[in-house]
């Protein structure tokens, strides 16, 4: 290989490199977001937040409005970057929550139909106890007869953060497959109501629908939804200091089952940082290439 051709090579992989790590450098970028947050507001939700703020409750851009703008508590850390391009929140400790001002409507309680939607991030070994919630909703405190099929859980399964659980207390679906943690995830529950707990249910991770199996340390996941309105809350339920240690950003609730062109269309506007990685692979194979003898004429 002559000089020229190596100094072709170089040029080109430093140059690869160099868009890449800018790339990421200046990831998260308010375009993507924008988009997304877009897409979100067109679908109606009834509950959004988009944990923005440096500040003060988290604003609900859904349909319920300013009523059900979220407070928070413990020590919750703001400004985390996001998947989604902006920032998000992130929990580490048992005392940390979101709680809705207002109380869930009429339309979704009983055995409703709904959707709820969330980017989250999970580190791989970190702390998710006792089907800690992304979002939760309904009566979940009393006997096991008042409680039971009474409130609603977006969330980790039992203990375990590499599943995640669409259901209601004390029955419901996980993932059959585990979720990878230590980075971000597109998570979106679309439910069709009317039916027992473990039907009716969709699960898109990253845009893709997912196998879900019967919680097997739950006894009632055939039971009917009866569920009763109380406060929306994340990473917390009404009974116990449920929590997870994580991230999340742009939570969605919409009052309808998003056709799955929908979902798919919120996934595919978040940026992919899997693309930035292989543009560093690439420009990093033609500066291997230029310097083995072995790899050209």
Known sequence: MDVKTIN?????????????????????TFAASNEYQALVLGDSPVLYYQFNEPSGDAVNHGSLGA??????????TRGVSTLAGDTGVSFDSVGDFIESIGTAPAGLTGNPTFTAEAVVFLPTGGAGLTWAPFLHWGESIGSQANKTMKSVYF????????????????GGLQTVDPVTTGRWHHVAWVRTGGGAANVGSTLYIDGVSVSLEDDPDLPSNDGTPVVTSTAFRVNRAQDLTRWFEGSIDELALYDRA????????HFQSLPEPASLVLLLASGASLLARRRSPASGA
Do not use: M, R
């Not at 072709?8 to 998260?28: K, M, S, Y």
């Not at 009523?67 to 919750?76: E, L, R, W």
């Open 258 to 265: 998003l056709e799955p062109g929908e979902v798919q269309a």
């Open 8 to 28: 072709e090579w170089n040029a080109a992989g430093i140059a690869v490199c160099v868009a890449a790590w800018l790339a990421l450098a200046t990831t998260p």
């Open 155 to 170: 969330s980790i399964s039992n203990d375990d953060p590499d599943e995640v659980f669409t259901g209601f207390y004390n």
């Open 67 to 76: 009523g059900h703008n979220g407070v928070h508590n413990g020590t919750v």
